[in-house]
């Protein structure tokens, strides 16, 4: 069984910096995709970034480049740097993962994803 667990979150001025972890864990082959997404109070789960055994990125297009996705192959662990955080970007920041080839169109679709973490809160103030 895979499981993914994601740690980092917290509460932060706007305007400041967190990095998320992501460790996956029961695995012992290479993910071709994973994930991050996020979703707050009353709204739809939605894809923030993914990196793929391709070496392609991608991010959503609202981002205009302040979070940056990273991965540690040896360690397992997937990482999101965001930066320069807006109160819009609170929200529970999900890890996911994924076996299979994703066309790049479909990389943020969270249909794509058969694995996830719980959840890790990112809580940003004004």
């Known amino acids: 069984q895979v499981q993914l667990v994601e740690s980092g979150g917290g509460s932060v001025q706007g305007g400041g910096s967190l990095t998320l972890s992501c460790g996956v864990y029961?695995?012992?082959?290479?993910?071709?995709?994973m994930a991050w997404f996020r979703q707050s109070p009353g709204k739809e789960r939605e894809g923030v970034a993914t990196i793929c055994s391709d070496d392609n990125s991608r991010y959503v297009d609202s981002l205009k480049g302040r979070f940056i996705i990273s991965q540690d192959n040896a360690k397992n662990t997937l990482y999101l740097q965001m930066n320069n955080l807006k109160p819009e970007d609170s929200a529970m920041y999900y890890c996911a993962a994924d076996y299979t080839r994703i066309p790049y169109w479909l990389r943020l679709h969270e249909s794509q994803y058969n694995f996830w973490g719980q959840g890790t809160q990112v809580t940003v103030s004004s």
């Open positions: 029961g695995v012992t082959d290479s993910t071709n995709c």
